[in-house]
């Protein structure tokens, strides 16, 4: 079992950047791929970014796609995302999850078995 807490969301203007993280306890990273989701009010949660177990891989949500990047240091158990050209619609809670697939498409939640608790971003126009 692994424990993930995300950390570095906040309030930025629209245009700024954030580096979200995922600390990961428990167990080693690396033994899983690791996802970004993200909810905003009303809204399902909907995939944003992914990466392969030892990060050769990575997917993106075309409506991310050139202003995300999902990275990961399996050395520091940790999975980040760093969000420029922030826009008021990427407003939402941000959450990692860690998936035991090592293959396939990481977009669905139904692959992912452990999530953290989310970290809001806000983006003002």
């Known amino acids: 079992q692994v424990q993930l807490v995300e950390s570095g969301g906040g309030l930025v203007q629209a245009g700024g950047s954030l580096r979200l993280s995922c600390a990961a306890s428990g167990r080693t990273l690396s033994t899983y791929a690791m996802g970004w989701f993200r909810q905003a009010p009303g809204k399902e949660r909907e995939f944003v970014a992914a990466i392969s177990r030892r990060g050769g891989s990575t997917y993106h949500a075309d409506s991310v796609k050139g202003r995300v990047t999902i990275s990961r240091d399996n050395a520091k158990n940790t999975v980040s995302l760093q969000m420029d050209s922030l826009k008021p619609e990427d407003t939402a809670v941000y959450y990692c999850?860690?998936?035991?697939?090592?293959?396939?498409?990481?977009?669905?939640?139904?692959?992912?078995?452990?999530w953290g608790q989310g970290t809001q971003v806000t983006v003002s126009s």
């Open positions: 999850a860690a998936s035991t697939y090592s293959s396939g498409s990481l977009y669905y939640e139904w692959k992912y078995t452990y």
